[in-house]
């Protein structure tokens, strides 16, 4: 600090004045340029990303009854036999070759599953629950020897309506 102090000492008045000026002006530069308009964006974004969330809320709140009222209609009506529909589904979803039975029984089906990839057979009883309205009652799972396939039994409710 010393030799800058000397530096500045060394020069003429008239130096000194510019070196001053600049020094504010670079000053001031980084305080607008590197502080306030980046807190300044920071702080406009905020606010509306609250304006779209309090506009999202509104919609919520006045759209809630209707959306109540029609989520007991979401599913997916197809006509099938629950027994049907759930080997449909599961040929769609690539577990053809694992599917071992498929079978009513008293109010729901029934299916055996081997050497089946466990990832398929979660996104298999997400789409027949969320699409179709078929849960699962009871479920056995075990692993095979190869890593990623499993065997299982797997017994569904009758749709929900």
């Known amino acids: 600090m010393n030799k800058l102090r000397a530096w500045y000492g060394g020069l003429q008045e008239r130096e000194q004045r510019v070196v001053a000026v600049g020094g504010i002006t670079v000053a ?4 607008v340029l590197g502080i306030l308009l980046p807190l300044h964006s920071a702080v406009s974004g905020a606010a509306r990303r609250n ?9 919520m709140e006045l759209n809630a009854p209707e959306v109540r009222s029609a989520g ?5 009506d197809t006509g099938e036999a629950p027994v049907v ?7 769609e979803a690539g577990l053809a070759a694992a ?15 081997e050497g ?4 398929t057979v979660v996104t298999w ?11 699962v009652e009871s479920i056995t799972v075990d692993r095979t020897a190869q890593p990623g396939l499993v065997n299982a039994s797997i017994t569904f409710t009758q749709p929900r309506r």
């Open 51 to 59: 304006d779209a969330k309090r506009e999202d809320l509104k919609w």
């Open 85 to 91: 529909l759930v080997d449909r589904v599961g040929r």
């Open 99 to 113: 599917l071992r039975g498929t079978q009513p029984n008293g109010t729901g089906v029934r299916v055996q599953l």
């Open 125 to 135: 009883l997400a789409t027949l629950d969320e699409r179709y309205g078929l849960a």
């Open 116 to 119: 089946a990839a466990f990832d």
């Open 28 to 31: 001031v530069l980084v305080l």
């Open 72 to 76: 007991a209609q979401m599913y997916a």
